[in-house]
């Protein structure tokens, strides 16, 4: 992929990155760190180019693999949630998809960890991320249900995909201080934001969303 698709023309401009992160402070977010982030990652490349002209209206798109990239609100809002205007040292992402939303944590946490469970999506992330040169993201094929014990304790995880219930592997995973924003639900769903405080995890139930479903396993 050429560098002048990373940096786009046109539709696919740092203009119309601009005017998507606008709409976003318009909805809401707050976060100027998470909204400095959305606005320097080219969201077209991690979309099929006959999807380009559409890569920065507020909607979530197919990837291919019976997977989605969210809509720009979503991610926003979940990284403004998990972050808590804290600065993030180490932080793990369950569902690395596309890569477009471990492209934009790459640039809010020290150290950034996404696993994927597809092996074929994952190798498509690898493809989107390698022009920017994100020296401090990782991707690991793995089945996110486990979280990646070998990397904790994480000060944030953030799960892109809605489990029926909070993974206990992924609490335990979670530092003191830390905070996990989490889909749940296997029909309604709804943000779960859990934090571990002195006193034990602090659990706060944000916006109905809709996610795929989280899957345990590889392939």
């Known amino acids: 992929m050429m560098l002048s698709k990373a940096r786009g023309i046109g539709m696919t401009s ?3 990155r601009d005017r998507m992160v606008a709409r976003l402070r318009e909805k809401g977010i707050r976060d100027e760190a998470v909204l400095a982030a959305i606005g320097a990652v080219p969201r077209h490349i991690f979309i099929e180019e006959a999807l380009a002209s559409r890569a920065y209206e507020d909607t979530a798109l ?6 989605t990239i969210s809509q720009p609100f979503i991610v926003a809002r979940m990284l403004e949630a998990m972050g808590g205007q804290r600065r993030l040292g180490t932080v793990l992402e369950v569902g690395t998809g596309c890569g477009y939303q471990a492209a934009v944590l790459a640039r809010l946490a020290k150290d950034v960890y996404s696993v994927e469970r597809i092996a074929g999506l994952l190798e498509k992330a690898r ?7 994100l020296s401090n993201l990782r991707l690991v094929h793995a089945d996110g249900n486990q979280g990646l014990p070998e990397a904790a304790p994480f000060d944030g995880i953030i799960v892109a995909a809605a489990a029926p219930g909070v993974p206990q592997a992924l609490l335990q995973q979670l530092a ?11 029909g309604d769903q709804a943000l779960c934001l859990i934090e571990r405080t002195p006193a034990g995890l602090a659990e706060k139930w944000l916006d109905a969303v809709r996610f795929v479903p989280l899957r345990g396993g590889k392939q």
Do not use: K
């Open 176 to 186: 003191s201080g830390g905070r996990m924003i989490v889909p749940v639900g296997s």
């Open 14 to 16: 740092q203009r119309t």
């Open 62 to 67: 197919p990837i291919g693999f019976e997977q």
């Open 127 to 133: 493809s989107n991320l390698r022009p920017l040169r």
